[in-house]
């Protein structure tokens, strides 16, 4: 396990090596809204494989073994705006600290949101998301409650326990975030359409957290898009559909740089 200080706070890295990777652009991967390094398992490494990228994983604040966020639910309890600060502050300053210029974001839900927001700022030699949120829908809040009883009365902390450090933290920051009323008028197309780099968004057909309207909602006006819709495959293409999600990535990024 290595960690990585950025703004003060001590967070968890994975380096991928794909073995072949010498001139292409790596991978950063970003992770969902209860995610962590531990959490994507070997994906991002057979990612790395098939598009002979190098690849860095990572846990954002308050996930996995990163640095927990203090009085989540008080003082230190995100705002409407949390994904924008984690894409436009975080991020860049992770990546200086890491000497990566230009790399490809691959981003699952909040990781994707957060990287459509980094590319529509700054270079990236490819943007990939999967079931990213671009707007909010009443299919993702009523998904978001049964989280939450989940949570309070089911095995879900159970579960999140065995990857997060602080599993409450964890949790709550983005369950009370997600079910605020100010987090209704989140919307983030208007800002993906100055994307430049290329684009590729990846959807589940049964995904109970969005439909088909998050990625399209993309819709970049300068730089190739692409979309792709998976069917028997919910909120977690790289879960339920890991082989299909992976060649199509392979092949997007393929002729890139």
């Not at 995100?78 to 994904?83: A, E, K, N, W």
């Not at 590729?200 to 399209?216: K, M, V, W």
């Not at 339920?240 to 002729?255: G, N």
């Amino acid at each position: 396990m290595e960690f990585i200080k950025v703004n003060g706070v001590s967070l968890e890295i994975q380096r991928l090596h794909a073995g072949r990777e010498t001139g292409r652009a790596p991978i950063v991967f970003l992770h969902e809204g209860l995610g962590s390094v531990s959490m994507w398992r070997e994906w991002p490494a057979s990612v790395c494989a098939a598009s002979g990228r190098a690849g860095i994983v990572y846990s954002r604040r308050g996930y996995g073994q990163s640095d927990a966020v203090p009085d989540v639910r008080g003082a230190g309890r995100l705002g409407p705006d949390y994904m924008h600060k984690e894409a436009l502050e975080v991020l860049p300053e992770l990546l200086a600290a890491l000497e990566l210029e230009a790399p490809v974001l691959l981003g699952h839900s909040d990781g994707g949101t957060i990287a459509l927001l980094y590319a529509a700022n700054h270079p990236v030699t490819a943007c990939v998301v999967m079931a990213p949120h671009v707007i909010v829908e009443d299919l993702s809040v009523r998904s978001i409650a049964e989280a939450r009883t989940a949570y309070e009365s089911g095995d879900l902390r159970e579960r999140l326990a065995r990857h997060h450090a602080d599993v409450d933290g964890a949790f709550w920051q983005w369950n009370d975030i997600w079910l605020s009323p100010a987090f209704r008028a989140f919307d983030i197309r208007a800002e993906c359409r100055r994307i430049e780099a290329p684009v590729l968004a990846i959807q589940g057909e049964n995904d109970p957290y969005g439909t088909s309207r998050q990625i399209e909602g993309i819709a970049p006006t300068r730089g190739p898009f692409f979309t792709q819709m998976l069917a028997q495959c919910g909120h977690s293409p790289h879960r339920d559909q890991p082989d299909a999600s992976r060649r199509r990535i392979a092949e997007f990024l393929a002729p890139l740089p």
